[in-house]
């Protein structure tokens, strides 16, 4: 008999048996359990009893506890594995929560940093903000800004280039005339082609 319970039970079933001998006849009651549901309906399952004389017992014990036992502990086990998702599910919002007001927090003192002209704090704390969000566009624009001042930056990312200021071609010195390479207005006074510093 024990042979044909072992094989019936997954690992971590039970069976709590309750045996009473009442004149030729001997009362059985079976009540399947798991350790560790919480579940108060696994309280509520109605257990097995069983009567008949030792011999009858003997002979339709296991068949008459299998399709009850197998139906009891697989509605158990489903109720762990509900728990335990639950559980999973609570702890993973809780986790989020407590990240997402770190977060906040981060967010919070950069603005305070920022609002005080102490970029560098202010860049530290966004960074940190950034790390535990990395999809949060908003707060790598605010760490992109924070590194243009940080790093002597004078104009925003977004703003305008600065002005380009035109240098003078040598065009512009030239002057068109029809005179030749011998006039003396190219030289500075009392120089001219026959002097001997030029060329």
């Given at each position: 008999?024990?042979?044909?319970?072992f094989n019936?039970?997954?690992?971590?079933?039970?069976?709590?048996?309750?045996?009473?001998?009442?004149?030729?006849?001997?009362?059985?009651?079976?009540?399947?359990?798991?350790?560790?549901?919480?579940?108060?309906?696994?309280?509520?399952?109605?257990?097995?009893?069983?009567?008949?004389?030792?011999?009858?017992?003997?002979?339709?014990?296991?068949?008459?506890?299998?399709?009850?036992?197998?139906?009891s502990?697989?509605?158990?086990?489903?109720?762990?594995?509900?728990?335990?998702s639950?559980?999973?599910?609570?702890?993973?919002?809780?986790?989020?929560?407590?990240?997402?007001?770190?977060?906040?927090?981060?967010?919070k003192?950069?603005?305070?940093?920022?609002k005080?002209?102490?970029?560098?704090?202010?860049l530290?704390?966004?960074?940190?903000?950034?790390?535990?969000?990395?999809?949060?566009?908003?707060i790598?624009?605010?760490?992109?800004?924070?590194?243009?001042?940080?790093?002597?930056?004078?104009?925003d990312?977004?703003s305008?280039?600065?002005?380009?200021?035109?240098?003078?071609?040598?065009?512009?010195?030239?002057?068109?005339?029809?005179?030749?390479?011998?006039?003396s207005?190219?030289?500075?006074?009392?120089?001219?082609?026959?002097?001997?510093?030029?060329?």
């Amino acid at each position: 008999m024990f042979t044909e319970i072992f094989n019936l039970l997954k690992e971590g079933e039970m069976l709590r048996m309750n045996i009473r001998k009442s004149g030729n006849e001997m009362i059985v009651i079976v009540l399947p359990y798991i350790e560790n549901v919480k579940d108060s309906a696994a309280e509520q399952l109605i257990p097995l009893n069983l009567k008949g004389s030792p011999e009858e017992l003997d002979a339709g014990f296991i068949e008459a506890i299998r399709t009850p036992v197998i139906k009891s502990t697989g509605l158990m086990t489903n109720m762990a594995e509900y728990e335990k998702s639950a559980e999973k599910a609570r702890t993973e919002s809780k986790a989020e929560k407590e990240r997402q007001d770190t977060v906040n927090k981060h967010v919070k003192d950069g603005e305070t940093f920022e609002k005080a002209g102490k970029f560098r704090e202010a860049l530290a704390a966004y960074t940190k903000a950034f790390d535990l969000d990395k999809k949060n566009v908003k707060i790598q624009l605010k760490v992109n800004a924070l590194k243009l001042k940080v790093n002597g930056g004078s104009h925003d990312i977004f703003s305008a280039p600065p002005p380009v200021t035109e240098k003078p071609c040598i065009e512009d010195f030239e002057e068109n005339d029809d005179d030749d390479d011998s006039d003396s207005s190219y030289y500075p006074d009392g120089m001219s082609d026959d002097d001997p510093f030029v060329s």
